[in-house]
């Protein structure tokens, strides 16, 4: 069996204890998958536009910060293969929700663990809502079964 655990930096913890249990099975590999968003890059460059005579971002700024953008998700998978040792690293670049189905097909998954990101809110959001977009495609997408780890909410953090 092949497990693709999707990080965001954020939910290790989560994802490591929904699958601890299936870690013990043999012939298991697990694959471990940062995708580094270019969206926000995009969104940069496009607000800097709407100025007129203002130039593009300079080359250097550009390098600066694809390196710490390499650097980030770099660190990401290292946590995660602290977490579950044995790991393999898998990173993409692009829009996550497109990569994550692209890179379970050519990772060949048979399981794909995420954590959705839900709205920073007191109560759980209802319906479609109830999970961020990314998830929600991954959901609609995937070319395998999709294990959905929630994360408790401040709610359920209360004693």
């Known amino acids: 069996m092949r497990l693709l655990c999707c990080l965001d930096g954020t939910n ?75 790991a393999e690293k898998l990173q993409r670049t692009g829009r996550p929700e497109r990569e994550i189905v692209i890179g379970a097909s050519a990772w060949q998954a048979d399981l794909i663990v995420i954590c959705p990101r839900s709205p920073q809110r007191s109560e759980p959001a209802l319906g479609p809502r109830s999970v961020g977009h990314v998830a929600r495609f991954v959901l609609d997408h995937a070319p395998c079964p999709v294990l959905l780890v929630r994360k408790k909410s401040p709610i359920e953090r209360l004693p």
Request: hydrophobic share 35%; proline share 9%.
């Open 12 to 86: 290790i913890k989560e994802i490591s204890s929904a699958v601890s249990s299936m870690l013990r099975q043999d012939g298991l590999t697990v694959g471990v998958l940062y995708v580094t968003d270019t969206g926000p890059h995009g969104e940069i460059e496009r607000q800097r536009e709407r100025f007129p005579g203002r130039p593009p971002l300079p080359p250097m700024r550009r390098e600066q910060m694809q390196r710490a953008d390499v650097a980030a998700a770099q660190d990401i998978l290292d946590e995660g293969v602290r977490y579950l040792p044995g």
